[in-house]
């Protein structure tokens, strides 16, 4: 491993700074609700984002900003969506402008996102107000109240930074993400900001981008709705000094194999407080034919209500997976299926060649009353591999969509 784990989140690269302040989109004045991020130097910049047909205004802006593959600055609220309003593409725009003005840039420069309750118009003069001060409180240590800031129903912040060397040189990329509902494939990170030092090439930077989400966040779900404003970006201002990766070279292999690691880690955060979440659930398949047909599977499992709400009860349902095995649309000989269930209370083979095998219905009490689960599945039908990560479903996700918007 190339890499090492560290603090800093989004501002532990060189010449970030951060800051997160309430400006009053949300009634809860103990609640930052503008977050902005800001590099000292022009970036080299990609995005992805959400393949929901009905996309927030700000992704729209967002993309227009980032066609000529630089940026320099993130400004995001939390509490209002500014999706399906007549006025969102022209508040998201405002919002680069006042961006623009308080920190000296192009409003082209700007990436802009915006994260809450569909359908409300965006007020902005609150913002107006907030971003100036969000400017003045720019600093290197400024991650976390970025990362609170841009939280909904969220109920701890995600925020990591990794470290690694590239050419001599020694290379950060920091990142906080927001994440607890309306989270499915394609896209499923809700709102994610990368920052990293290392010199990069704006199209390395897609390439990486696209393949960490495919890996992470897209192999998330919690609740099976794909969200309107999902938004991952990646700035990459090159003050590392290493030499510019601008092909999939050496460097590019670590420099990937690090950004993979943090979205991943990432992943398991926002799938860890999924809404009303008491478990983080982790399918791990292997033997699949290939990749893909690995990554369509796993993501039928971690996808199935049924098997999330046997896992909120600690019920060892083995042929929900199976079900939901057979029904993910790929190509699987199930009589060769093996399931096994695991944490740190033990591992627990429940099925053997789809079909069952006897357990102990109170020692598969313990390993799955666990606060991380893995659900094993094994197909000996190749070396396909794949990872997805989710969460149970519980009565409190249900109180909590059930008067979000009031």
Known sequence: MAYTFIEGGVTAAQGF??????????????????????????????????????????????????????????????????????????????????????????????????????GEILPIEPIEEGVPEAAKELNRFGSEAAAMAIMTTDTVKKEVAVELELDGKKVHIGGIAKGSGMIHPNMGTMLCFLTTDAAISTPMVQKALQAAADKSFNMVSIDGDTSTNDTMTLMANGMAGNTLIDSENEDYGLFYEALEAMCIQLA??????????????VCKLTGAKDEETAR????????????????????ANWGRVLCAIGYSG?????????????????????????????????????????????????????????????????????????????
Not at 268 to 281: K, Q, V
Not at 306 to 312: E, I
């Open 330 to 406: 790929a190509e699987v000989d199930v009589t060769k299926v093996d399931v096994s269930f695991a944490s740190k209370a033990g591992t627990l083979d429940v099925c053997k060649d789809g079909a069952g095998i006897p357990f102990d219905e109170d020692v598969a009490k313990k390993v799955l009353l666990e606060d991380e689960v893995d659900i094993i599945v094994v197909l000996h039908d190749g070396e396909g591999y794949a990872e997805a990560y989710g969460c149970d479903l519980t009565y409190e996700y249900v109180r909590i969509n059930g008067d979000y918007r009031t």
């Open 296 to 315: 369509v599977i796993a993501k039928a499992v971690i996808c199935s209500s049924l098997v999330k709400a046997a896992m909120f009860g600690a019920d």
């Open 17 to 118: 700074t951060a800051s997160g302040v309430h400006c009053g989109i949300r009634r809860n004045k103990s609640k930052a609700d503008l977050a902005l991020i800001f590099s000292e130097k022009p970036c080299a910049a990609a995005g992805v984002y959400t393949l929901n047909k009905v996309k927030g205004a700000p992704i729209l802006v967002t993309k227009r900003n980032l066609q000529n593959g630089t940026a320099q600055a993130v400004v995001c609220n939390s509490g209002n969506a500014n999706t399906c309003n007549a006025d969102g593409e022209e508040k998201a725009w405002r919002m680069c402008e006042i961006t623009g003005q308080a920190l000296g840039l192009d409003p082209s420069d700007i990436i802009v996102a915006s994260t809450g309750v569909i």
């Open 268 to 281: 398991r955060m926002i799938a860890a407080d999924g809404e009303g979440a008491s478990r983080l659930l």
